[in-house]
């Protein structure tokens, strides 16, 4: 068992090494694995915060304001 995963381990580091130094896909070897990947993710939720915050802080502002006229108008009511 520990052999054929050693066989397996060894085929797809073969296959990785093949891959990299391959000239059809030398170019896209910077976009690949976890870094990569983690500052796609990362660059893709800033933007989407800065895009959804501004909208999300207006709607949150003006809900606030029309709490605190509704508490205005029923404390002027007691």
């Not at 070897?29 to 909208?55: C, E, F, K, S």
Request: with cysteine; aromatic share 12%.
């Amino acid at each position: 068992m520990q052999k054929i995963r050693w066989n397996c381990l060894l085929t797809n580091l073969y296959f990785i090494a093949h891959f990299f130094s391959h000239p059809a896909y030398r170019h896209l070897a910077d976009r690949l694995g976890t870094p990569y990947l983690q500052r796609v993710l990362n660059q893709q939720l800033t933007n989407h915060i800065r895009d959804t915050l501004p909208g999300l802080r207006d709607k949150l502002q003006v809900n606030r304001f029309t709490l605190e006229v509704k508490c205005e108008n029923m404390c002027l009511n007691w």
